[in-house]
């Protein structure tokens, strides 16, 4: 298979990888470029199995649909195309949409996912830190689904990426970004349940180490497969300052698809991050 790493300017190189590679200490690897020897092909062709298309629609229902639509968005930028799930569900409830993803295997099993749901993609390979290098269009929304955001283990790069969003979006523009919440796995010691994201039944998914700069997961198979992924567990407070701080005028956050939660319930938090400009003195009036 053909794996691409970003060199420092930004431009996508690509090298051959045939299997997970951690190396010697798998604990110690904490970078962003990383994902890429991780999203394998062997992985990805699995990913669908973890994420069962039918069960995970009947788990979200139409939220992030309806919420666009709310939004009045129209042309979507989906920048975490992975296999291709939620840019088939906008393009299916009559959505324009672009697909991302910085993983060729990734993007390439997207395409093929959407062929058989009658859909063709418009994919674009980037890597989010230099996305505007590679996208050349203003849209309605931005979506950054699936955990993806988790895989950034950098602050700087983190800032880099929502910069880039936000470089993207039109004045009114909105962000839509997801991300597990780690803060009940770092403080309480509580296992995702998978209810709504993870949701194929073949499969068991856990967090094999956590600490304040990494979060390593397993993957296991019935069939015997087993994956790692190395991420970077994010605090929801973390991440809406972050939101605030690159320019974004407000940000809403949802558990498990609801404005009403109890912190440490949800596995998931979703954030709604406005860009249009809000006059602190008209919200205070």
């Known amino acids: 298979m053909t794996v691409a790493n ?45 994420i069962d298309w039918d069960r995970r629609a009947k788990a979200e229902g139409e939220f992030f649909i309806e919420k666009l639509r709310d939004l009045g968005a129209k042309k979507v930028l989906d920048v975490a195309t992975g296999t291709g799930f939620h840019s088939v569900m906008l393009l299916k409830a009559g959505f324009e949409v672009t697909s991302v993803d910085g993983n060729e295997e990734m993007l390439a099993k997207a395409f093929s996912n959407a062929r058989d749901h009658g859909h063709m993609l418009r994919t674009i390979h980037a890597d989010w830190r230099w996305l505007n290098r590679h996208v050349h269009d203003l849209y309605d929304a931005v979506i ?24 993207t979006l039109r004045a009114e523009g909105t ?8 803060d009940a796995l770092l403080d309480h010691d509580v296992e995702p349940t998978h209810n709504y994201y993870y949701c194929g039944q073949d499969v068991r998914a856990f967090p094999e180490h956590i600490d304040e700069s990494l979060a390593r997961f397993c993957y296991e198979f019935n069939d015997g497969a087993q994956f790692h992924l190395n991420m970077f567990p994010l605090r929801k407070a973390y991440v809406q300052r972050l939101m605030k701080e690159v320019g974004f005028q407000r940000v ?3 558990g498990d698809f609801q404005e009403t939660f109890r912190e440490k319930e949800p596995d998931f938090f979703i954030h709604v991050a406005e860009k249009a400009y809000r006059d602190l003195e008209d919200d205070n009036a």
């Open 252 to 254: 809403s956050t949802y």
């Open 144 to 167: 950054c689904l699936g955990n993806s955001f988790t895989h950034l283990h950098k602050d700087n790069d983190r800032r880099k990426a929502l910069a880039e969003f936000y470089a």
């Open 6 to 50: 970003t060199d420092q300017e930004g431009k996508l190189r690509t090298s051959s990888q045939a299997a997970q590679d951690f190396g010697d200490d798998p604990l110690a690897v904490r970078e962003t470029s990383h994902y890429q020897m991780e999203y394998v092909e062997s992985f990805v062709d699995k990913w669908d199995a973890l």
């Open 175 to 182: 962000l839509v970004l997801d991300q597990r919440n780690y």
